[in-house]
């Protein structure tokens, strides 16, 4: 296409010329592609093929014994991202759609904070902020004058209300981009005939936007499965989330096959997700 | 009427106020605090003794610092370098397998990425590359390209492609073309993407604990250590020193902001 030379082609030619492949171009992306194949594709590869060797050859060896050992991780896992993710949902949904409606430049650069603020130093904040003698229960106890309050971080509660804290505003930033290119005149339509504000995000702004909620909802989804940091500094001990057992399985066991069974369940669980993630933004990108 | 909603809108303002502000100032108030115990609700004590430690002669923070920087000063040399072109052909040519090759250079974020740190430490330590410098850069590389890819490409796509042709119309070469016209009106999308890269590598984490260990300490790492070890001070002194920059790039890169693009950071 770049190669075009509209005096010299019909508008035929252009048409074919477009049409064909450059295989030359190939060159100007390779370098990328070769780092991505090296780094990223050979591990995921091997991680797969790792997952299926173990001390008796091939096979699911790993995987009984990954599920023998942590299926309760395995749970818990699943049920933190999904409560963190209702409630991501709930959060975002609420200020996207008060934002929609009410000019709040104050909110709208509030609650953008926390994307700003990588998923480390988030542990590592809500670890001084909901420690039992944390900074959150400092405050409390001067205004309530109640001594001794129960911490929230260590537990399921720190490491929820940790992710939700990160997630909610890339939510929110997403959902209030598709909520504002929904035109005024529909929804002014619907109020004229008596729809709520809370009916017309519900029936209206959310079903029109709902392929930017999936994306959304999936990238949360995603980087909260993923995530080792934050549980690593404000999770309980025991049970824990699945990438802290994947740390723990190479650091203290030297154990790969397992550790790399748990990646791909890891996988497993995201592949529809992330299947949907990739069709939709090629799709977006109009490619 | 006016009254009610000013009392709603309070009450959002200082819930949310709370809610999001409080982790953070938390954290900044421990940074100042050179004594601090239980059940104050503010220091007993404030002052600049962590910090001046942190920049002190025998501090591992300035030589953290120093690891961090080159890090990710490489990494994004490196990702514009291979990105640049990538990204044009992307935006311009009409490359085979075009849709594949986006989606391939989107899977690191679509999927969790800590299986693929776990075994690239395997692999690098096969190598002799594993606990080097050279290790966590390869590593900071290949999560950038998501970001340096896609935001070059994007970029490429909106500069009038019709200004080249042109120029090449009236003799100029392909090459120059580009570099005269396409690549100067591209800056300020590359600029972007480089910070983007950037602030990536500053702030990641999961990559440098499994490839840098124990040899490469980068601020991230530096800071873990210290949290887990009940270092307050010191762990927020460093979150503190990494949060600075973000919150200053992305106040300038407003322009820029896709969600999609700042949402990986420091995973």
Known sequence: MAGAHPQAQTEDQLVVRQDRPNYAALLLVLPALALLAVLYLYPLVSSIWMSLVSGEGLGLANYRKAFSLYWVDMVYTVAIAILSQVLVFVTSVSIAGYLRFEKWPLLNLLYRLPLFIPFLIVGHSMRVFLAPHGVMNMMISRVTGIRELPGLAFGWEGLVISYVWKQFPLATLLMLGAFESISDSMIEAAQNLGCSRTRAILSILLPISSPTVMVAMVLTFVSTIGCLSIPLLVGAAKPVMLPVDMSFRVTYFNDWGVANALGVISYLIVVALAYYYLTHMTREEGV | ?267
């Open chain 2, 1 to 267: 009427m006016w009254r009610r909603g000013m009392i709603t809108r309070l009450i959002v303002l200082v819930v949310v106020g709370f809610v999001v502000i409080g982790p953070l100032v938390g954290t900044v108030i421990w940074s100042f605090a050179v004594k601090w115990y239980w059940p104050n609700p503010l220091p007993q004590e404030l002052g600049l003794k962590y910090w001046a430690n942190a920049f002190g002669k025998r501090s591992q923070v300035l030589g953290a610092l120093g690891v961090s920087m080159a890090i990710a000063l490489i990494v994004v040399a490196a990702a514009l370098l291979v990105s640049i072109p990538a990204g044009y052909a992307l935006a311009r040519l009409n490359v085979p397998w075009k849709k594949a090759m986006l989606v391939l250079f989107l899977m690191p974020q679509a999927f969790p990425q800590l299986p693929v740190f776990i075994t690239m430490s395997s692999i690098f330590y096969r190598l002799n590359i594993a606990g080097t410098v050279v290790g966590v850069t390869l590593a900071h590389l290949v999560v950038s390209l998501v970001y340096s890819v896609w935001i070059t490409t994007a970029t490429f796509k909106s500069v009038p492609a019709i200004l080249e042709d042109a120029a090449v119309n009236l003799g100029c070469t392909r090459l120059k073309a580009f570099f005269t016209i396409t690549l100067p009106l591209a800056i300020p999308g590359l600029i972007a993407s480089a910070i983007f890269v950037f602030l990536n590598s500053l702030d990641e984490f999961t990559g440098t604990f499994f490839i840098g260990s124990p040899y490469v300490r980068t601020l991230p790492v530096l800071m873990y250590t210290a949290s887990m070890g009940y270092n307050m001070q010191a762990a927020s002194v460093i979150a503190v020193m990494l949060t600075i920059p973000s919150l200053v790039f992305m106040a300038v890169l407003e322009k820029f902001l896709k969600a999609e693009y700042i949402h990986g950071l420091g995973v």
